[in-house]
């Protein structure tokens, strides 16, 4: 997918990330001018990874992402919503577990180049849980590395706010797991498994098998 093929809010995030760094340079605040700059890197790592990889990612999912990102950085920390909203940060945790155990699926249904039945339904679905939940925890080291290394205050309350982010996790993990399942019983169009769909037909090469499938379902 080519930079100009993403999503309005997509750009809309990096250019207010951009603008705010911007900003905050010539009002000499460097805090506000590097967390900006670090949201707009993270946010758009994603995207240089795809192409590396040669992966074509619905814009949905790479908007999802670059707002987490931006959810979690810039208007968590530089405009404190963190504070201002008590569900702000148990919503940010919540929805990214469930995108990530989506991603977490498609990663490990990559592996079996598409093939539903090379292992067990539930084995599938438990590694892409425990994926999603592996990313929530770098999350929170790469908290406590902020927190540690440029004095900000991603963790708030410490460890009560660290374990909260992993139960969350685990919940939104296992949700999304189940999403899979239902796509690997052939609810291909059901909520929000239209995505895998969407992912599985966009990138063919990684899904032989389910393409030589859908290939012999026409016939």
Request: with cysteine.
């Amino acid at each position: 997918m080519r930079f100009s093929d993403h999503a309005i809010l997509t750009w809309i995030i990096w250019c207010s990330c951009l603008t705010a760094a911007l900003a905050a340079v010539v009002a000499g605040n460097w805090t506000v001018a590097f967390v900006a700059l670090i949201t707009l890197a993270t946010s758009v790592l994603p995207v240089v990874v795809a192409r590396y990889a040669g992966l074509v990612v619905p814009r949905a999912f790479i908007a999802a992402i670059v707002f987490f990102i931006f959810a979690t950085l810039f208007l968590g920390e530089v405009l404190d919503f963190y504070n201002r909203f008590w569900w702000w940060d148990i919503a940010l945790h919540g929805g990214s577990a469930v995108g990530f155990g989506l991603i977490g699926f498609v990663a490990v249904f990559m592996m079996f180049q598409g093939d539903r039945f090379a292992a067990p339904h539930l084995a599938i679905c438990f590694f892409s849980m425990c994926f999603a939940v592996f990313i929530g925890t770098m999350w929170e080291i790469f908290e406590f590395s902020m927190d540690t290394l440029f004095n900000l205050n991603m963790q708030k309350s410490g460890l009560p706010d660290t374990m909260g982010d992993l139960i969350v996790d685990v919940t939104g993990a296992f949700l999304g797991a189940a999403l899979g399942y239902l796509y690997l019983r052939g609810r291909e169009r059901a909520f929000l498994t239209h995505l895998i769909t969407e992912f599985v037909e966009r990138n063919p090469r990684f899904f032989g098998k389910a393409r030589e499938k859908r290939h012999t379902d026409r016939m």
